[in-house]
Each structure stands twice: as C-alpha cells, then as structure tokens.
C-alpha cells in the first residue's frame, strides 16, 4: 500500500477505470483507495519534500523525449495476490521505464522487489477469499 509521503512516476490510464472500479465495487479491500487507474513507470520515486523545480524539469525533459504512444493492456494477468491487466505491445512504455531508470538510476522500480515487472495497470492486491 502507499506510504504517506511516497511518490511515483505513472501515467494515468482513464480507459481503464471501469475495470478498476467494477474490482473495487466487489472487493474494495484489494483497491488502493484514492488512486486512480495507471500503469507505473518508477515507484517509489524521490520523497515528497524533496520534490523540487530541478525534478520537476528532469520528468518534463525525459517526458520530452519520449515519442507519442499508444497501448492496449487487452489481456488479464493473474499471480498469486495479484491481478492486472496487461499487453503484448507494451515496448514503448518498457523504452520510457528504461529511460526513467537511466535518469534516476539509484532508485530501483518497486525498490528492486520485482526487478522482472512488466508495465501493468493493478486491478486488485491482495486474497479476494479475505472479502
């Protein structure tokens, strides 16, 4: 779950809030309240308080070198304590994720938890038999 203080790098994916929101209808102890749908680029990212003008400007120039893209996440995935949708065709965000990694290369995705993570959107953490 978030930690007060905590950022990350997301895009927002609107297209996949009715998903997310039928999850949360049934089990809403597996949804992070509050945070929209998304597919993470660097979690955790720096702390709030040090998010400054110079980091601001570092997003919105690696921002600026991206390409325009588009993805479908057409598929649903599902680990233990885990379901996401996912794509076949996620190489561009994958590029983006790389760049961001190169940029900040002293904070690891997902705090090097899961160092083999692919981009996703999160539907719902957690065991649905606990609702």
């Not at 990350?8 to 309240?33: G, Y």
């Not at 979690?43 to 601001?56: F, S």
């Not at 949708?85 to 190489?91: E, F, R, T």
Request: some cysteine.
């Amino acid at each position: 779950m978030p930690i007060v203080g905590q950022t990350a790098l997301v895009f927002l994916v609107p297209e996949a809030e009715a998903p997310l929101s039928r999850v949360a209808s049934t089990f809403p102890q597996l949804v992070r309240p509050g945070l929209p749908a998304h597919v993470t680029v660097l979690a955790p990212w720096i702390p709030l308080d040090e998010v400054d003008q110079k980091a601001l400007a570092s997003c919105a120039d690696l921002a600026a070198s991206m390409p325009e893209t588009t993805v479908s996440f057409n598929k649903i995935g599902m680990k233990p304590g885990f379901v996401y949708l996912d794509s076949d065709d996620a190489g561009s965000i994958v590029a983006i994720c790389d760049a961001t990694k190169r940029t900040w290369p002293y904070l690891p995705p997902y705090a090097g938890k899961h160092p083999d993570a692919r981009p996703h959107i999160t539907l719902a953490l957690g065991d649905m038999r606990d609702g």
